[in-house]
T-cell receptor, first 109, second 116 residues
């Protein structure tokens, strides 16, 4: 059964720091790798990655996929307290999303 | 509000009781998903519909769980004879066919179920 593994499980940094979150996945029926941010209840979509080496950016957030090594990273630069959340990655596999357990990110002022 | 809405937001029930949750997807979305999430875990797939047809159910979904989407719009998820292990957040999400499973997946705020 496909698995998605995220690391670290939790991370505490100070405002202004840069963080890198990791996500490894398995390849069966791979269509895309997705990142979501979950603050209180509903996960909200961040990025969808389908091709290796192409960086997706949105403001201070960026993400890239390595299909050879089967992982993705999510970078957040100049972190702010509003970035505190759980960051989830998911593999889109045959019309199902297989989710990692998430990285809980806490930004201290 | 034109997002995905779920009702109720919270449900407390006694073990053995039946519960039903409702999800209203974004109106033009033809796909609707149900997920379950427990603390410290990512969402776990339960089932999904394309229009009114239930196309996939998780192997982990016991016979006590049933979902319907009778007219291809709102959906209900019923849990019969609830057990304490059913305590979780139940998330609904919707999307539009042809845009990929995840890119346009919009989640509701969930129903938090506590079984005493």
């Amino acid at each position: 059964e496909d698995k998605v593994v995220q690391s670290p499980l939790s991370l505490v940094v100070h405002e202004g720091d840069t963080v890198t979150l990791n996500c490894s996945y398995e390849v069966t029926n791979f269509r895309s790798l997705l990142w979501y941010k979950q603050e209180k209840k509903a996960p909200t979509f961040l990025f969808m990655l389908t091709s290796s080496g192409i960086e997706k950016k949105s403001g201070r957030l960026s993400s890239i996929l390595d299909k050879k090594e089967l992982f993705s990273i999510l970078n957040i630069t100049a972190t702010q307290t509003g970035d505190s959340a759980i960051y989830l990655c998911a593999q889109d596999s045959n019309y199902q999303l297989i989710w990692g357990a998430g990285t809980k990110l806490i930004i201290k002022p | 509000d034109t997002g995905v809405s779920q009702d109720p937001r919270h449900k407390i029930t006694k073990r053995g009781q039946n519960v039903t949750f409702r999800c209203d997807p974004i109106s033009e979305h033809n796909r609707l998903y149900w997920y379950r999430q427990t603390l410290g875990q990512g969402p776990e797939f339960l089932t999904y519909f394309q229009n009114e047809a239930q196309l996939e159910k998780s192997r982990l979904l016991s016979d006590r769980f049933s979902a319907e989407r009778p007219k291809g719009s709102f959906s209900t998820l019923e849990i019969q004879r609830t057990e304490q292990g059913d305590s979780a957040m139940y998330l609904c999400a919707s999307s539009l066919t042809g845009t990929g499973v995840g890119e346009k997946l919009f989640f509701g705020s969930g129903t938090q179920l506590s079984v005493l």
